[in-house]
C-alpha cells in the first residue's frame, strides 16, 4: 500500500512539473511574441507616419505651386495697370505651368470678370467674392500680398474643389495705394493634387483618407480616400496650407498574412511548451528512475533498511571519523531465532510481514545517531555511534532482545522468535569494518550455541574467546 501511494504522489509531482514547466514556456513565450509584435507595430507605425508624411509632403507642395500661379497673375496686373491685354491667351499658356490649377481668374473690386477655361466656368463670371459680406468692412481689413485659400467645398461649377485668392493694391499717380481687386486660381478635386498619386499608397498596402474643414459648414469633408478602410491606429499628418485644415491620415490595410503570422507564433509557443513540458517530465521520470535504482542499489526492497553495500559504505564513513579517537563504537550482528520455522509454516509472505515488523521494533530501540541494516535473509546489522559510555552498550542490547522476543500474530497466527546477538567494540575487536563485522558475526553464532535469545560480546585475547554478557 504503501509503494502505492509513493507511486502515485510522484506521478503527481511529475504532472506538477510538467504542468509548471508549460504554463512558464507559455507565459514567456507569450511574453516574447507580444513584445516582438509590438515592437513590429512600432517599427510598422514609425515606417507609415515616414510614408504618410512624404505624401502629405507632396500635396503641400503640387497646392502651393498652383496657388503661385496668383502672383504671377498680379504681376501682369501690375504691369497692365489695372489691364492684362490677352487675358485668356495667357492663361491657355500659363495652366499647364500649373498642373494643380483648374482654372485662372482676374476679379477686379471683388467681381469675377475674366476666367480661363471660359467654358467649363461660365457660371463663375461676375460672380462676387464678396456676395453677402460688407464690401467696405472686408476690403478695410485686407492686406496686400496676403493669399487667401479656402476649402474644401462645392464650387459653383459644382465639383469638389477650393480657390486661392491674391489681394493686388495698385498705386495712384499721387502715390497713394488702393485695393484693385484679386487674382484668383480654382482647384478642382482630386485633380489639384494628382501629380502627389495618393492611389499609389493602396498599392503599397496603405489605407488613406484625405480630408479637410469646409470654412462654410464647419465640417470635415473627404477630399479623397482608398477604398481598403481605414485602420484604428492609423497616422494623422496635418497637411499645412495656409489657415485651411487638411490631414492626411494613413493606416497599414489588414492583411490575412498578418493573422496568419500570429497564428503561427501562437502555435510555436505552444509546440515549444508542450515540448518543454514533456522534456520536464522525461527528466523527472528519469531522475525517479535513478533515485529508485539507488535506492535499489542501496536499500533493502522489503524493510527500506540500508543493505550490506550502504552498510559497509556508512559504517566506513564512521570509522573514519573516529579514527584517532578514543570513540565508543559497538557494531552488532543479528539473526533471527525461530525464523525459518515461520517462513516455512505460514508462508514467504508472512516471513516477509515479519522481517517488516522485527525491522520497526528494532528501529525504536535504536536512537537517531544509530544505524541499522539487514544484511541477509533474517540477518540485521547494528550500529552504535557515539556512546558516551561502554556502560551503555547493555541496556540497549537487553532492549533489543527484549523487544524482538514480543510475541506477534501474523495472520492470525501466533509467531515466536527471538534473537542472537554478536557484539565488537571499535579498537577493542579491530578497527576496520570488515574485522567488527566478523567478530561480531562470531559472537552471533556463539550466542545461539549457548542457547539463543542472547547477546554475546566478542573478546580479542586469542581466537574464539568471548564473554556472555546477557540474555
Excluded at 563504537?329 to 509454516?345: H, R, W
Excluded at 497466527?413 to 557484539?423: I, T
Aim: aromatic residues 8%; hydrophobic residues 45%; neutral net charge.
Amino acid at each position: 500500500m504503501q509503494e502505492v501511494v509513493t507511486k502515485v504522489f510522484s506521478g503527481f509531482d511529475k504532472i506538477r512539473v510538467s504542468v509548471s514547466m508549460f504554463v512558464l514556456c507559455l507565459l514567456a513565450g507569450a511574453f516574447v511574441v507580444v513584445k516582438l509584435n509590438s515592437a513590429a507595430r512600432e517599427a510598422d507605425s514609425a515606417h507609415t507616419i515616414q510614408v504618410a508624411s512624404s505624401y502629405a509632403s507632396s500635396i503641400e507642395k503640387v497646392i502651393q505651386h498652383a496657388l503661385s500661379s496668383t502672383n504671377t497673375l498680379a504681376v501682369m496686373v501690375h504691369q497692365g495697370e489695372g489691364r492684362v491685354p490677352h487675358f485668356n491667351r495667357l492663361v491657355r499658356y500659363m495652366l499647364p505651368m500649373y498642373k494643380g490649377a483648374f482654372a485662372l481668374s482676374l476679379a477686379p473690386e471683388g467681381v469675377i470678370r475674366q476666367i480661363e477655361p471660359a467654358a467649363p466656368n461660365i457660371l463663375v463670371k461676375n460672380h462676387d467674392l464678396f456676395e453677402g459680406k460688407d464690401r467696405v468692412e472686408v476690403i478695410k481689413n485686407v492686406r496686400e500680398g496676403e493669399l487667401l485659400f479656402r476649402g474644401p467645398f462645392t464650387l459653383i461649377q459644382g465639383p469638389q474643389g477650393a480657390i486661392g485668392t491674391l489681394p493686388v493694391f495698385l498705386q495712384e499717380p499721387n502715390g497713394r495705394k488702393y485695393f484693385w481687386g484679386y487674382t484668383v486660381v480654382t482647384l478642382k478635386f482630386p485633380d489639384a493634387f494628382a501629380d502627389s498619386d495618393l492611389p499609389s499608397l493602396e498599392k503599397l498596402g496603405y489605407a488613406y483618407r484625405f480630408s479637410g474643414v469646409n470654412p462654410e459648414t464647419g465640417q470635415e469633408e473627404v477630399i479623397q480616400a482608398s477604398a481598403a478602410p481605414l485602420g484604428a491606429a492609423a497616422a494623422r499628418i496635418p497637411v499645412t496650407l495656409y489657415e485651411a485644415q487638411w490631414e492626411l491620415r494613413v493606416s497599414r490595410i489588414a492583411d490575412w498574412r498578418n493573422t496568419a503570422l500570429l497564428l503561427f507564433q501562437a502555435f510555436l509557443v505552444l509546440l515549444g511548451a508542450t515540448l518543454m513540458a514533456w522534456l520536464a517530465y522525461s527528466l523527472a521520470t528519469l531522475d525517479q528512475q535513478r533515485k529508485r535504482l539507488q535506492e535499489i542499489a542501496m536499500y533493502d526492497p522489503l524493510t527500506h533498511l540500508p543493505n550490506r553495500r550502504l552498510l559497509g559504505m556508512k559504517l566506513d564513513a564512521i570509522l573514519e571519523r573516529v579514527q584517532g579517537r578514543n570513540a565508543k563504537v559497538v557494531v552488532c550482528y543479528l539473526d533471527l531465532d525461530g525464523f525459518k520455522l515461520v517462513n516455512d509454516n505460514l508462508g514467504h509472505a508472512a516471513g516477509d510481514q515479519l522481517l517488516i515488523i522485527i525491522a520497526d521494533r528494532l528501529q525504536s530501540c535504536l536512537r537517531e545517531c544509530d544505524l541499522l541494516a539487514r544484511v541477509g535473509g533474517d540477518e540485521f546489522v547494528v550500529v552504535l555511534d557515539d556512546l558516551g559510555s561502554i556502560d551503555e552498550v547493555a541496556p540497549i542490547l537487553d532492549r533489543i532482545i527484549h523487544v524482538v522476543g514480543q510475541p506477534l500474530m501474523i495472520s492470525g497466527v501466533k509467531a515466536d522468535v527471538s534473537a542472537s546477538l554478536g557484539a565488537a567494540f571499535y579498537q577493542t575487536h579491530g578497527v576496520e569494518a570488515d574485522q567488527l563485522l566478523r567478530a561480531a558475526d562470531q559472537a552471533m553464532y556463539l550466542a545461539k550455541k549457548l542457547g539463543k535469545n542472547r547477546y554475546v560480546f566478542a573478546q580479542s585475547e586469542g581466537p574464539g574467546r568471548v564473554a556472555q554478557v546477557g540474555k
